[in-house]
C-alpha cells in the first residue's frame, strides 16, 4: 500500500535515485533493474489490485525487468511518489495528472484507454437513490453529499468547476461535502444511506464505476439487499473530459519510455485478458495522448485553486 508518507519506504531509495537521473545510457536496465507502476484507488485496495496487477506482469513481461504494483491510499501518494522518483510510471485521473503538472512533477503522459463507445474521455455525474426524494440538483440544497478525494476529476473537480459554473458552490449549496476517498466507497455512502448524493464517473449506461461495482455483487442497500443501476438517478452531468493517462516520469531515457509506450499499445492483441480485465471488457485498445488535450483540466483544477484561495 503506497501513502504520502512511506512512498514505498527505504527499499525503493536506490530507484528513486535512478528514477530521475537523466543521462542516456546504452542499457537503460542497468539502472532500472525493476520499475514501479503506482495507480490511484478509483476503486478499494483489493480490487483495485486485482485489476492493476495483470499490468504490472504484462509490462514486466514486455520491458523484461520486474514491474512492482503499488496502489496508493490516495492520490496525493501517486503524485509523490513521481515526484520522489519513487514511481517510474503512473496512472492518473486527469486531475491528478494535472495537479502533478502545477506542482512541479515532470511526467510524460503516454496512452489513455478508448472506451467502446468510442469516446476517449467520460463525464462526471452526481447520483442519488432512484426512490428518494431528490429528483434534480437543485433538490439536494443543504444535503450531504459524497465527494472522492481532493485530487479526483469526476469525484471533486469537475463537479465543483461545473456546478460553479451554474451558479452553485459545492461548499455552500450543500449542507456538507465529505471526501470518501474512492469512487467505490462513495457510491456505497449513498447506497447506505450515509448520505444524500454521491459524485462519481460516468462513461455511459454500461460502462461506469456503478455498473462495474454492480457486476462485481458488491453494491448492496442499507438491508443488505443486492442494487442495480436503476436503483441510482443522475441528477448532475458535466460536460465531456478527457481521459487520465498512464504517465511516466520524464526523466527516464527516451528508450524506456519508448518501450513503456509501445507495451501499452500493444496490450490489447499481447495480452488481450489482462487488457480486458482494466475494465471489465468495455475498453477497445489504448491511444496516444499530448499533453495540449489535457491542458483544459490543468486550467479547470488551477480555477479551483482561485475559488477556494477567495473563500478562505
Excluded: C
Amino acid at each position: 500500500m503506497l501513502n504520502r508518507r512511506t512512498l514505498f519506504g527505504a527499499a525503493f531509495a536506490g530507484l528513486a535515485l535512478a528514477g530521475v537521473a537523466s543521462p542516456a545510457f546504452a542499457d537503460w536496465k542497468a539502472d532500472f533493474p525493476e520499475l514501479t507502476i503506482a495507480v490511484i484507488p478509483a476503486e478499494n485496495a483489493s480490487t483495485t489490485t486485482d485489476r492493476y496487477q495483470p499490468l504490472a506482469d504484462y509490462l514486466g513481461k514486455q520491458l523484461g525487468v520486474p514491474v512492482k504494483l503499488a496502489v496508493a491510499t490516495d492520490y496525493a501518494a501517486v503524485i509523490e511518489a513521481q515526484r520522489a522518483g519513487n514511481a517510474q510510471i503512473a496512472m492518473y485521473g486527469p486531475a491528478s495528472y494535472a495537479r502533478a503538472v502545477l506542482t512541479g512533477v515532470e511526467v510524460d503522459p503516454l496512452v489513455v484507454p478508448r472506451h467502446s463507445n468510442g469516446a476517449t474521455g467520460y463525464y462526471s455525474v452526481i447520483y442519488t437513490l432512484a426512490n428518494g426524494p431528490y429528483k434534480s440538483i437543485d433538490d439536494l440544497k443543504g444535503k450531504t453529499l459524497a465527494l472522492v478525494d481532493s485530487n479526483s476529476t469526476s469525484g471533486n473537480n469537475a463537479p465543483r468547476f461545473f456546478l460553479h459554473r451554474d451558479g452553485k458552490d459545492v461548499d455552500t449549496f450543500f449542507g456538507k461535502a465529505i471526501f470518501a476517498g474512492s469512487h467505490d466507497n462513495a457510491v456505497l455512502a449513498l447506497a447506505q444511506g450515509t448520505v444524500d448524493a454521491a459524485a462519481n464517473s460516468w462513461n455511459s449506461e454500461d460502462d461506469s464505476n456503478l455498473t462495474r461495482m454492480i457486476s462485481k455483487g458488491v453494491l448492496k442497500n442499507a438491508d443488505g439487499k443486492p442494487m442495480t443501476k436503476e436503483d441510482f438517478r443522475i441528477v448532475f452531468k458535466t460536460d465531456f473530459l478527457p481521459e487520465g493517462p498512464f504517465s511516466v516520469l520524464s526523466a527516464l531515457p527516451a528508450d524506456l519510455k519508448a518501450q513503456i509506450k509501445q507495451a501499452f499499445l500493444d496490450m490489447p492483441k499481447n495480452d488481450a485478458k489482462a487488457f480486458a480485465g482494466l475494465s471489465d471488457g468495455k475498453d477497445t485498445e489504448f491511444v496516444a495522448i499530448e499533453p495540449a488535450t489535457l491542458q483544459p483540466i490543468i486550467d479547470m483544477v488551477k480555477f479551483n485553486d482561485e475559488q477556494r484561495k477567495k473563500g478562505s
